[in-house]
C-alpha cells in the first residue's frame, strides 16, 4: 500500500537518490527535473520528455522508463558530456540547480543531439538557478550546438585584446555520443494492460485504458477529477492541501490522444499535451499558406511564453480550458478562434459540440469528459492576435491574457465579425461581447479605435478590490491589448520586420599568471562534478537513520494578538504523532540573541507578524507532521495597533532603537548658497525574498552520551546556531556539533532563522530522544523567514544649475518588521550613501521602522543596494531637473582626487573607480549608443529605449570589526595527502575552491591532493558568518597564515608535502597540524562622530544597460550590460565573475521583477515561484559582458584579490535608471515632464502606469478609503 504521497507524488521521495531536488514542489522551478520515456505504439518510436518529478504522479508511470541524473553519468565511473561541460563552464556554484539543469539538456540531446540556440533556450525555459545567472549554463551547453546553427560569437576570436583568456577550453572534453546512451527497457515495449487501480491510505487512483470504462468512473464517481498532467490538481493538492480521496488517469486513454487533420482544421485530443499542441502549430504553420494559419500563429505565440518546457510536457490542454483559471492562457485564443469542444458521457454516447465561449467551460457536467478540441484554420481576411503579460516575460503566469480576431468583408476594411475574449479580468474567461457586436459593420479607422476603448472600458467591469489587485493597471491592459491588436491589423497588410538578437558573446578576463600555479586562474568549483551528477548531498540529502522524525511548525495566522489558548489535542491523537511542542517544553532558554536583542523561538503570550511560529507537530513521517500541524487550534485575542507598511510606522512613531545618523559638512550654509534645492522628493524600494533553491532545514541526531547533539544543518553561519542551540537546551558548547557540506544558495538568508529552527529541532530531538529533521517548504520558508527590508529614502538636494550638487540631506526608512533582528543593514545602508561622489555637505538619518510582519534580515549586499539605490536616485533627479543627461552629472560630482575621504572619514583612493567607469562607457560605447537610442525613440512611438550607467564604490568586510576573523585548520598526512578545514560556508561562492587554490599555492601540491571538509564547528570552532563578501579574505588569509606556523617548519625538508619528505618530518617529531588564524583589520564605527573607518576596502565597478520597453503593456527587455569590476587579482576569474554575474541578475530581481505582495491583514500572498518570480534565463540580457579591471591590485587582501560576493546586486539598477530613461521618453512625446515617481521594483505594471496615454486615464486610481485594496506596498 502506497501512502498519499506517493500515489501523488514523486520520483522524489520514492527513489532514495539525491540528484532529483526539491525546491518549490509545485513545478516553479525545475530542479526536479527527470526524463521520461514511453513506448508510442502506434507510431512505433520511443518518446522522451522532461517532467517536474515533484507534480508527476508515481502511478501514472506504468509503462515508462524514468530517468535521473544519476543514470546518465557519474564520478565513479563515467561523466556524461552534459554533466562535464555544466561543471567545466562554471556553470554550478551552490549546485542544487545543476542536475536540474543537466536533465533538460540531455533531453533535449536524446531528441536532438545537434541543438540551436533556441532549443536550448527552451529546453531551459523552466529551470531557475538564483547563483550563477545562467550566462556559464548556456556557454557551457552551446558547445553542443552546430556552429552553423549558432548565432554565438566566441569573445576571444572578436577580441584581440591582450588581457583576454577563456574561461573554459572545450580541447579535452568527452564528445557526444549518442550510442552510449541508456536504451529504452525493451519489456515496457510491450502492450500495455488493462485498467489499474492504486489504493494507497487516504487516496486511489484509478487508470482505465478505453473510453467506454472512463465514462463509466465518471458516472459513477462523478465527483473524482480526471487527472492527467497534474499541473492543477498536484499543486492544489500538495500546496493548498485540496484533498480528493479518488481520482481518475485519463491518461492512458487513446481515444483521447487523437489528432486528426481535417478539411477544417485540426482536432486535437484532450490529453494531448501543450508541447504536442505546440508542435502541431509549428508544423502546420510551416507547412501550410499562412493566410490559413494567422490563429495557429497566434496560439504558438501563447504556448512560446506558457510555463517552462517540462510543465509543457506534462499539462494538457483539456486541463488547461477545464481548470477555468482566468490566469491559464488558452481559453482567451482558443475562443476568440471560435473553437469547439467534443463531450461525452455515459448517458449521451456521442459527442456533443460546445462552442468554446467562456459559460461553457463551467457547465461541463460532472459526469462529462472532454474528447477533443476543434481548431479551426483562418479565414481570408481574417486576422488573429492573442496577448499576454506576465510579472516576467516568460515563465510566468499571465496578469492579463487575451485573444482577438476580426474578419473584414472581403476586399474591405469594414468588420464582419469581431471577437474578443480576456482572461485575468474576472474569475473567468471574459467575453466582451456588447462591445464587438457595436464595432461590426464599422471601418477598421481611429473612429473605431476610440469607440473600442470607450466600450471597452464600459464593458470590462473590475473592482477596485478585486483579487489580484493591480486593478488600474489591468485595465489598462484590456485597451492597451486592443490598441495593439488594432495596430497590428493595420500593419498586418505591410511586410514585417523580424529583428534577430545574438545571444551570449563571451566575455572578457585579465591575464593572470604561469598555468601551473592554481591562484589567478579559473579554476573549475571543485565540488562541479559531483554537483553536476546529482552525488553531492545537502542536508536533506542524508538518508534517513532509524527511529528520525519529522517536525512541523504551526504558525501564526494573526498580526497582533494575545494568545488565550493552544490546543493540540485533535493533531496529538493523528497517526503516526509523536508529540507537540511549544514554549514551556524548552528546557534552556525561549529566546536567541544577536547584540543583545532577543527574539522569542516559540511565541509564548503574543504574537507579532502572521508567521511567527507557536508551536510544532512532531511526527513519524513529513506528511503526518504537516498534516497534524493544521489541526493545532489556536485560540487569539486581537490586539492594537496592526501596521505594516513604513507610512504606518512613521506616523505611530514606530521605531527601534538605535536610530543612527552621518553627517558632514554644514548643511544649513550649504542649503543657504546653492542654485536650487529639490525638496520633499522620495523613491521607494521593495523588498526581495532569498529565493535560495534548498529551502532552509536541518537533521538533529542525538547521541544518547552525556547530552551530545549532532546537527547537519544549512546554516551560513553555524558558531551561531551551535551557540543558540546551547542556550535553548542549557547545555554547553561543547556538546553540540554543526556540520555544514554545502547550501544549496543562502544571499544571507540563512543565518538567524536557521538558528532559530535548528533549536526548535533540537528541543524535539532532546524531548523524543530520536533523530528529528525539518525542512521547511517553499511557502513556509518564504512566511517564516522574510527577506531583504523594503525601503523608503526621502530627500532634500541643494544644487547648481551646472548639475553640482553641495548638499543632501537623506532620510532612511526602512521596514524592520516586529523584531530588530539584523536591521543594523540600516547602517551599511548610511555608510554607502555617499556611492562614488563627493557631496561636500551630506546627512543621512536612518530609521527602522517596527511594525507587525516577520523580521526581515541580511540579504546579499546588507543594506547596500537599497542605501546606493537612493542617491542614485538623486543623481538622476538632479539631471533632469538640470536637463542634463544623468552620465554627465554623475561625472561632475564624482570623487576625483587620489587621497579622498567618505563621509565617515575613511581615506581611499577612487583611481580603481574613475577606471571602471571610463572603460566602463568606452566598452559599451556609451556615446554612440545614446545616440542611436535617440533614434530609436523618434521613430517608434510605442516602444522606448533607454540606457544608463553607474559607477560603485563598496565596503568590504563587517563593520563589526570583530567579525573580521578567520581559521582554518590544515592537517598533513604520512601519504602527503592536505585536508583542510576551515569556518567559511560553501553555498555556491566557490570558497572552497580559492581555499584549495591558496592551499595548493602554498604547500606546492596539487590541489588533487588536498581535500576540503565539511565545515564543521568542532573542526573550527568559533567561526564568523561567511557573509559580508569576506568569507575567501578570512578563509584565504588563515589558510596563508598557516604557511608561518606549519610550513616554515617544513621547509627545511624543501620540496613540502612530497611523500619521503613529510615521512621524514614526520620522523622527526614535526607537528603536521596546525592551524591559521587570520585577526583582519579593526573596523569600527564611532557614530557620534560619523567617523570610520568601517571598512577593510572597497570593490569598485561601473555598469552601462540599455533597455526597451512596450509603452503599452509595461513589458521590457534588457537589451545588453556592460561591467566593468574591480576584483584586485582575481584569484579566480571563473569565480569572480560567476559572483558578478549571479550577483547582477539577482539585482535585475531586486530592481525589476520580484514583488512581494501582502493582504491587509498582513498574510504574505507570494509564496512560491508561481506568484513570485525571479529572474530566469529569458530576463539575462542578450548580450552581457563583463571584464575585470586589469592591472588592479589591492594590498590589503589575499594575493591582492578583492571581495565580491554581493557588490555585483546594485549594478544592476543600471536596468531601473534605463527604464526610467525610456519611460521619460514616452513621456516626453506627450508633453508630460521627465520628473515622475517611479518605485523599485520597476514591474510591468509600474511601467505600463508611468507611460501616461490615453489608456492609463481611462483607468483612473480610486481614492483612497474608498475600496478595499487587494493587496498593500509594505
Ligand atoms: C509551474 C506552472 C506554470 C504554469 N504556467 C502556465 C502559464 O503560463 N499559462 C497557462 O495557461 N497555464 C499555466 N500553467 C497551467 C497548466 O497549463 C495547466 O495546469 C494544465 O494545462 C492543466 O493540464 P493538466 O493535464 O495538468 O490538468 P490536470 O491537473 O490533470 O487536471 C486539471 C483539470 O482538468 C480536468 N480535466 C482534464 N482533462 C479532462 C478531460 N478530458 N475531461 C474532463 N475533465 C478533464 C480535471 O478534472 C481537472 O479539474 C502552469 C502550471 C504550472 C504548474
Ligand atoms: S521542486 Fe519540482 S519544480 Fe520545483
Ligand atoms: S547554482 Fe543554480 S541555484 Fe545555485
Excluded at 493540540?568 to 507537540?580: D, H, K, Y
Excluded at 507579532?608 to 504537516?626: D, K, L, P, T, Y
Excluded at 564605527?1085 to 540599455?1106: Q, R
Aim: with cysteine.
Amino acid at each position: 500500500m502506497l501512502s498519499q504521497n506517493h500515489l501523488h507524488v514523486s520520483l522524489l521521495y520514492i527513489v532514495l537518490l539525491t540528484g532529483t531536488k526539491y525546491g518549490c514542489g509545485g513545478g516553479g522551478c525545475g530542479a526536479c527535473t527527470v526524463m521520461v520515456s514511453k513506448y508510442d505504439q502506434l507510431n512505433n518510436r520511443v518518446l522522451h520528455y522532461t517532467v517536474n518529478a515533484c507534480l508527476q504522479p508515481i502511478c501514472t508511470l506504468h509503462g515508462a522508463a524514468v530517468v535521473t541524473v544519476e543514470g546518465i553519468g557519474s564520478t565513479k565511473t563515467k561523466l556524461h558530456p552534459v554533466q562535464e561541460r555544466i561543471a567545466k563552464a562554471h556553470g554550478s556554484q551552490c549546485g542544487f540547480c545543476t542536475p536540474g539543469m543537466v536533465m533538460s539538456m540531455y533531453t533535449l540531446l536524446r531528441n536532438k543531439p545537434h541543438p540551436t540556440m533556441e532549443d536550448i533556450r527552451e529546453a531551459l525555459g523552466g529551470n531557475l538557478c538564483r547563483c550563477t545567472g545562467y550566462r556559464p549554463i548556456i556557454d557551457g551547453f552551446k558547445t553542443f550546438c552546430d556552429v552553423s546553427n549558432c548565432c554565438i560569437e566566441n569573445g576571444t576570436k572578436q577580441h584581440n585584446d591582450s588581457d583576454v583568456k577563456e574561461l573554459f577550453h572545450m580541447d579535452n572534453v568527452l564528445p557526444l555520443d549518442p550510442s552510449q546512451d541508456l536504451i529504452f527497457p525493451p519489456e515496457l515495449m510491450k502492450r500495455a494492460c488493462g485498467s489499474l487501480c492504486f489504493q494507497g491510505d487516504r487516496l486511489k487512483l484509478i487508470s482505465p485504458v478505453d473510453l467506454t470504462n472512463l465514462l463509466e468512473l465518471k458516472t459513477e464517481y462523478p465527483e473524482a477529477p480526471v487527472v492527467v498532467g497534474n499541473t492543477t490538481i498536484g499543486p492544489n493538492m500538495q500546496v493548498k492541501g485540496v484533498h480528493h480521496p479518488l481520482t481518475i488517469y485519463a491518461g492512458r486513454v487513446s481515444d483521447l490522444h487523437t489528432v486528426t487533420w481535417g478539411k477544417d482544421g485540426v482536432s486535437m485530443g484532450a490529453v494531448c499535451t501543450l508541447s504536442s499542441l505546440k508542435e502541431e502549430m509549428e508544423r502546420a504553420v510551416r507547412e501550410m499558406e499562412a493566410e490559413r494559419t494567422r490563429g495557429y500563429q497566434a496560439l504558438l505565440q501563447t504556448l512560446r511564453c506558457l510555463a517552462g518546457k517540462q510543465i509543457r510536457n506534462m499539462a494538457t490542454i483539456g486541463g488547461n480550458i477545464l481548470s477555468a483559471n482566468p490566469k491559464y492562457d488558452l481559453n482567451s485564443v482558443l475562443a476568440a478562434l471560435d473553437c469547439t469542444l467534443q463531450v461525452m458521457s455515459k448517458v449521451c454516447d456521442y459527442a456533443i459540440s460546445h462552442y468554446l465561449n467562456g459559460k461553457d467551460i463551467t457547465v461541463l457536467r460532472p459526469d462529462e469528459v472532454l474528447l477533443s478540441i476543434d481548431i479551426p484554420y483562418s479565414k481570408p481576411w481574417e486576422f488573429v492576435s492573442a496577448f499576454r503579460q506576465a510579472q516576467r516575460r516568460e515563465f510566468a503566469f499571465s496578469i492579463v491574457n487575451a485573444g482577438m480576431k476580426v474578419l473584414f468583408r472581403e476586399g474591405t476594411n469594414i468588420v464582419e465579425s469581431l471577437n474578443i475574449y480576456y482572461g485575468g479580468v474576472g474569475p473567468t474567461l471574459v467575453k466582451v461581447g456588447r462591445t464587438c457586436q457595436k464595432l461590426v459593420g464599422r471601418s477598421w479607422g481611429e473612429e473605431l479605435l476610440a469607440d473600442a476603448c470607450r466600450l471597452l472600458e464600459e464593458e470590462v467591469e473590475l473592482s477596485d478590490s478585486a483579487h489580484g489587485g493591480k486593478v488600474e493597471y489591468r485595465k489598462t491592459l484590456t485597451t492597451s491589448f486592443f490598441f495593439k491588436f488594432y495596430m497590428q491589423v493595420l500593419q498586418e497588410l505591410r511586410e514585417r520586420d523580424v529583428n534577430v538578437v545574438c545571444l551570449f558573446p563571451l566575455q572578457l578576463v585579465s591575464n593572470a599568471q604561469s598555468s601551473q600555479d592554481p591562484v589567478g586562474h579559473p579554476m573549475m568549483h571543485q565540488a562541479a562534478f559531483h554537483q553536476a551528477t546529482g552525488e553531492a548531498q545537502y542536508y536533506d540529502d542524508i538518508p534517513a537513520v532509524q527511529g528520525e522524525l519529522f517536525v512541523y511548525m504551526v504558525t501564526s495566522t494573526r498580526a497582533h494578538a494575545k494568545i488565550i489558548n493552544i490546543d493540540p489535542s485533535e493533531a496529538l491523537g493523528m497517526t503516526g504523532v509523536v508529540t507537540f511542542l511549544s514554549a514551556g517544553d524548552v528546557p534552556g532558554q525561549n529566546r536567541r540573541m544577536l547584540f543583545n536583542n532577543p527574539e522569542e523561538l516559540f511565541a509564548e503570550e503574543e504574537v507579532s507578524c502572521v508567521g511567527q511560529i507557536i508551536g510544532a507537530v512532531v511526527a513519524e513521517s513529513r506528511e503526518q507532521a504537516r498534516r497534524a500541524a493544521q489541526m493545532v487550534k489556536v485560540t487569539y485575542q486581537d490586539l492594537l495597533p496592526v501596521f505594516f507598511t513604513i507610512e504606518e510606522a512613521i506616523q505611530h512613531q514606530s521605531f527601534f532603537d538605535p536610530k543612527r545618523k552621518l553627517e558632514r559638512g554644514d548643511m544649513d550654509k550649504a542649503f543657504e548658497t546653492v542654485d536650487q534645492i529639490l525638496e520633499a522628493d522620495e523613491i521607494y524600494l521593495g523588498g526581495q525574498e532569498h529565493f535560495y533553491m534548498e529551502t532552509q532545514g536541518l537533521i538533529a541526531v542525538p547521541k544518547g552520551e552525556n547530552g551530545e547533539l549532532e546537527l547537519f544543518v544549512a546554516s551560513q553561519h553555524s558558531a551561531y546556531t551551535q551557540e543558540v542551540v546551547g542556550i535553548t537546551l542549557g547545555i554547553d558548547s561543547n556538546k553540540i556539533t554543526c556540520h555544514v557540506r554545502r547550501l544549496g544558495g543562502a544571499f544571507g538568508g540563512k543565518v538567524m532563522k536557521i538558528a532559530s529552527l535548528s533549536a526548535i529541532t533540537a528541543t524535539a530531538a532532546v524531548k523524543t530522544g530520536r533523530p528529528v529533521r525539518c525542512v521547511l517548504e517553499r511557502g513556509d520558508d518564504m512566511l517564516i523567514t522574510s527577506g531583504r527590508h523594503p525601503f523608503l529614502g526621502k530627500y532634500k538636494v541643494g544644487y547648481n544649475n551646472d548639475g553640482t550638487i553641495m548638499a543632501a540631506d537623506i532620510t532612511y526608512y526602512s521596514n524592520g518588521g516586529c523584531t530588530l533582528n539584523e536591521s543594523l543593514i540600516m547602517e551599511k545602508a548610511l555608510l554607502h550613501m555617499d556611492n562614488g561622489y563627493k557631496i561636500p555637505n551630506l546627512r543621512g538619518r536612518g530609521l527602522v521602522c517596527k511594525t507587525y510582519l516577520p523580521s526581515y534580515t541580511a540579504f546579499r549586499g546588507f543594506g547596500g543596494p537599497q542605501g546606493l539605490m537612493v542617491m542614485e536616485s538623486v543623481l538622476h533627479e538632479v539631471a533632469v531637473k538640470c536637463g542634463l543627461p544623468p552620465q554627465k552629472v554623475r561625472e561632475i560630482n564624482m570623487y576625483r582626487e587620489e587621497e579622498c575621504y567618505t563621509h565617515y572619514k575613511q581615506l581611499f583612493s577612487p583611481r580603481d573607480m574613475l577606471r571602471c567607469w571610463d572603460e566602463c562607457l568606452d566598452k559599451a560605447g556609451y556615446h554612440d549608443r545614446l545616440q542611436a537610442i535617440q533614434q530609436f525613440n523618434t521613430s517608434n512611438r510605442w516602444k522606448k529605449r533607454g540606457i544608463s550607467a553607474v559607477p560603485m564604490k563598496f565596503g568590504v568586510g563587517f563593520s563589526k570589526g570583530f567579525f573580521n576573523q578567520g581559521a582554518a585548520l590544515v592537517n598533513i598526512y604520512k601519504d602527503g595527502s592536505v585536508l583542510v578545514a576551515h569556518g567559511g560556508t560553501e553555498m555556491g561562492q566557490g570558497i572552497n575552491t580559492k581555499a584549495l587554490q591558496i592551499a595548493s599555492h602554498i604547500l606546492k601540491v596539487p590541489m588533487s591532493s588536498i581535500h576540503i571538509k565539511e565545515t564543521c564547528t568542532g573542526n573550527v570552532p568559533n567561526a564568523a558568518p561567511s557573509a559580508a563578501s569576506f568569507g575567501t579574505d578570512a578563509v584565504g588569509m588563515a589558510v596563508k597564515v598557516f604557511q608561518r606556523s606549519l610550513a616554515s617548519d617544513l621547509i627545511a625538508c624543501n620540496d613540502l608535502c612530497s611523500f619521503p619528505q613529510i615521512f621524514e618530518a614526520y620522523c622527526q617529531k614535526v607537528s603536521l597540524s596546525a592551524t591559521g588564524f587570520f585577526m583582519g583589520p579593526h573596523t569600527d564605527m564611532d557614530w557620534e562622530n560619523s567617523e570610520g573607518p568601517a571598512y577593510y576596502y572597497f570593490t569598485f565597478g561601473a555598469c552601462c544597460s540599455e533597455v526597451e520597453i512596450d509603452c503599452l503593456t509595461g513589458d521590457h527587455k534588457n537589451l545588453r550590460t556592460d561591467i566593468v569590476m574591480d576584483v584586485g587579482r582575481s584569484l579566480n576569474p571563473a569565480i569572480d565573475i560567476g559572483q558578478i554575474e549571479g550577483g547582477f541578475v539577482q539585482g535585475i530581481g531586486l530592481y525589476t521583477i520580484e514583488e512581494l505582495q501582502f493582504s491587509l491583514e498582513g498574510v504574505l500572498m507570494t509564496r512560491g515561484p508561481s506568484q513570485y518570480k525571479i529572474p530566469a534565463l529569458c530576463d539575462v540580457p542578450p548580450q552581457f559582458n563583463v571584464h575585470l579591471l586589469a592591472n588592479a591590485q589591492n594590498p590589503h587582501a589575499i594575493y591582492r584579490s578583492k571581495g565580491i560576493g554581493e557588490p555585483p546586486v546594485f549594478l544592476a539598477s543600471t536596468i531601473f535608471f534605463a527604464i526610467k530613461e525610456a519611460v521619460a521618453a514616452a513621456r516626453r512625446e506627450r508633453g508630460l515632464g521627465d520628473s515622475f515617481p517611479l518605485s523599485s521594483p520597476a514591474t510591468a505594471e509600474r511601467i505600463r502606469m508611468a507611460c501616461e496615454d490615453q489608456f492609463t486615464e481611462m483607468a483612473p486610481s480610486p481614492e483612497k478609503g474608498t475600496f478595499k485594496p487587494w493587496s498593500i506596498n509594505i
